[in-house]
């Protein structure tokens, strides 16, 4: 391993609920923005392949194509041709005012999935302080 890269134990693996109502596709995305915001994935590290996910959860490799897409649209992560998906290097900043209003959207959403699954929002809340480093 040399100094540039991340030392970690194992390489970002997925994992699906597949009892949880969200779809394949999204529970991908959502797994790559958390651990990148948690620092699990950084800056130009590379995701598991197109089919190295596929073949891993036993699902269509065109699922993982859609959510890597997704992501690719979003600028968070890059696609090189024969090289494999990288996180983006560099995210460009968005204003605070559309910080916040991004922040509050992903918190109403968690809010109604948590009520939806029979949560409150206290179980939520006390669930997300227990994930703090």
Request: aromatic share 4%; with cysteine; glycine share 6%.
């Amino acid at each position: 391993m040399n100094a540039a890269e991340p030392n970690r134990t194992k390489p970002f693996q997925f994992k699906l609920d597949m009892a949880s109502g969200v779809p394949v596709y999204r529970q991908l995305i959502d797994q790559v923005q958390l651990a990148i915001a948690s620092g699990a994935l950084i800056s130009g590290e590379q995701l598991p392949t197109v089919r190295q996910v596929a073949v891993d959860l036993a699902i269509n490799p065109n699922t993982v194509m859609r959510a890597y897409r997704e992501l690719e649209i979003r600028g968070t992560v890059t696609t090189q041709q024969g090289l494999g998906t990288f996180v983006t290097p560099s995210v460009v900043r968005e204003d605070e005012a559309q910080r916040q209003a991004r922040l509050s959207r992903l918190a109403a959403d968690c809010t109604a999935r948590a009520g939806a699954e029979g949560f409150s929002l206290e179980d939520l809340i006390a669930r997300l302080k227990e994930m703090l480093p």
